[in-house]
């Protein structure tokens, strides 16, 4: 099975491995606050959190195929996503890209209607709307493998 890492930089950061299917494998809490206010730490926080609960679910490394990672529009800015993409290459190296949260937001929430059918009306709780970010962003490097591949 092809995972994929979706991560949430909100207010805290949630990560979800995603299969291609649509199927959740895990999905954490991995930080209580942001670690965009110093984004020349947050590949190795990311990467660091993310083998952890990676060994918590036993799945290896080798195993994703791609990260997506959506971050607060501010933060959406040439500089700083080539910053912080290329620290999260080297260190976790998979393919990362970055989009603004909520644009991943509307890209989950259609393919959580599409594939795994559980969203029906608004989504209204604050996990919900991580998890609409988190398999957004799963998405969001899911189609650029497949457009890679093609």
């Not at 969203?119 to 497949?146: E, N, T």
Request: hydrophobic residues 40%.
């Amino acid at each position: 099975m092809k995972l994929f890492i979706g991560v949430d930089c909100g207010e805290n950061v949630k990560v979800g491995f995603i299969g291609s299917q649509g199927i959740l494998k895990s999905l954490s809490t991995i930080l209580l606050s942001s670690p965009l206010e110093r984004p020349d730490r947050l590949g190795q926080v990311l990467v660091g959190s993310i083998r952890g609960v990676r060994g918590e679910v036993n799945v290896r490394m080798k195993d994703f195929h791609g990260m997506g990672i959506g971050v607060p529009r501010r933060y959406v800015t040439k500089g700083t996503l080539h910053a912080i993409t290329e620290q999260m290459k080297r260190l976790a190296d998979i393919p990362v890209y970055l989009e603004d949260r909520d644009l991943l937001a509307e890209k989950g929430e259609s393919w959580l209607k599409e594939v795994v059918n559980i969203i029906g009306d608004p989504l209204k709780d604050m996990q919900s709307i991580d998890l609409r970010v988190i398999y957004g962003a799963a998405k969001l490097a899911m189609d650029h493998l497949l457009r890679r591949d093609s």
